[in-house]
DNA sequence: TTCATACTTCGATCGTAACCGAAGCATCGA
DNA sequence: TCGATGCTTCGGTTACGATCGAAGTATGAA
């Protein structure tokens, strides 16, 4: 009976309300200090501090000291993975928070998921990327082809430093709110540091959603157009 | 902060550890009765029923009646796949139940993870299909070049026939006792069901363990030879 | 030093959910 | 029709863990 890895410990991490909401406000990248994770987990700095060793000593976290504070983040993009899958896996049963509140339109336009961009944005961008011939999309996987490496080099990602890296560079992640693919990986990455770096998307202060300019939204448009007869798919 | 799917509610479900039992013996692929599966978590009829309820409800399990029986298994392979992708995660931050039995070892292996090969054999046979160019290995993902589809239709598997079918041919899955990667998808699940057609494997009762008769052991490892100097891997 | 901020640890409370005994319902075989 | 089996529902108990107030520790600023 008691075989394999246990996964009701990690499910037990997760499954408490206060730590989901610490973990999700983390899958937007950035470290946070233990009062805004209470803050964003509706809890007391106390409790929020017990729920933060939980995660810590689960292998879920990681904290970084830094004069008084402590900033938390995700312990690594394998916690990361595993959040999104969740995530896309409660999507697809339903399993939504119920305060759909104005923040969800923006969100399900374009946010970050742990460091790539997802939602309709993130999941066209895939889409166009493929129609043109940048990315072949087999069985189970995505592959950059030389077309797409040319492609990417001339709008100023360094494809052969990221080839240098243990991360893989392209991966699909499953969009919850689209339920289609969008590029994760360090390609993934790259690109929406791309779009930062150009000022053509920034991030918000408190929601994982991404806010474009109208010139960057105009200029990513132009760049990962749309099929026509395309519209309809998913 | 009320943002996107909410992932306490199955890390909730998943994080009780009589139902974690449950989940884990129905990754042997088979369904179970509520009886069956009281047992593998060690808890009354009653308590499992209101388990099982729970489950079901939250989209995990689906329940086939059949007489005054009522057999439970995961909802579909979405399930299983996220639950393979928890164990992976557990058992890189060491998340192991700890009572190594004496089926420890068969389960590292081989040993059914869904309805696919895993374990030391799963993720030879994967090495050795990639070896021999029977499949091809990109950044994320994997795919059956034309040379192994011959080879695997010579064996008697159905390539084409699997072709048609809405799942994906070849996925990779983390193994969480080799930490490398297996094969998946519907020809991960035709081969295993072809080895055990043969009679070189057969199930056993009460584990998701899988034994090899030794003949069949022996053809197994002809079938899927591991090539000098790469025994080092991983 | 002294005070303020950021966080942790302690101790106690409280709510929820896991749990089981008992009773109820459904299906099967005789 | 009757009893046996498989499972669910009900009711009450219990235990665990989330929660917070209060006190304690560490760092920085004055």
Redesign the pocket.
Known sequence: MKEGPDIAQIG?LIG???RANMLTALMGGRAL???ELAEVGG?????A??????LEAGGLLAQRKQ????YFALADDGVGKLLENIMGFAATRGHLRHRPGPKEPALRKARICYDHLAGDYGVRMLDSLIASGAISALDDGLSLTERGETQLTSIGIDVTGLRSTRRPLCRSCLDWSERRAHLAGSLGKALLSNFFDKGWARRTENSRSILFTSEGERRFLALFPIEAGEMDRG
């Open positions: 037990a408490d309300p206060a200090t233990a009062t809890i007391t700095l106390q409790t501090s017990t729920h933060l060793s939980k004069g008084r504070h402590r």
